[in-house]
């Protein structure tokens, strides 16, 4: 099963044209999760105890483990993101928070190093930015860390449009010119 974690907010999102052209290129179905339409609980001291004593108990089995259990399992990811005040849409911190499961997604070693668990070799965050400035430590690089460091997931990659909205930009051609350039 592959996955596409769909953070677009807007109904016609550039970052989505992107995703859907390059989930088209692949020639592979991808399971979607529209985190929109997601009801995420509020992470508070009572989710975090529950989390934690399920946890322990080993009962990864519970519904409150669906998405990390799904995510662990996915052949390929691909997560759609604009590129939002430095970052990505809240929505997608989110579901990193409730993803994070000790015993699904990843493990600590004995020296506290976390090991992955999931079954992704392959993932590729997509996005795209009104203007030009675009470090890409800042939200690609947290997925990235993420992905490698705590998930077990080797190949990340980015793909993104820039400077749509300056003035005098062609958008159309920008997003065409994304679009050739996958691979």
Known sequence: MNLFINACIRSNSRTLVIAKALMNKSGETFKERKLLDYSFPRVDEEYINNRDKLISEGRFDSPLFELAREFA??????????????????????????????????????????LGLCKAKKLTYVTSAGGDYFPEEFGYGYIKALAQNFYGISDVRLISARGLDIDGANETEIIKNCIDGIE
Do not use: C, H, M, R
Not at 77 to 84: C, D, G, L, Y
């Open 73 to 114: 399992s996915a052949d390929e990811i691909i997560v759609a993101a604009p590129f939002w005040d430095l970052s990505f849409p809240s929505l997608l911190k989110q579901y990193f928070e409730i993803i994070n499961v000790i015993g699904i997604t990843f493990v600590y070693s004995s020296e506290g190093i976390p």
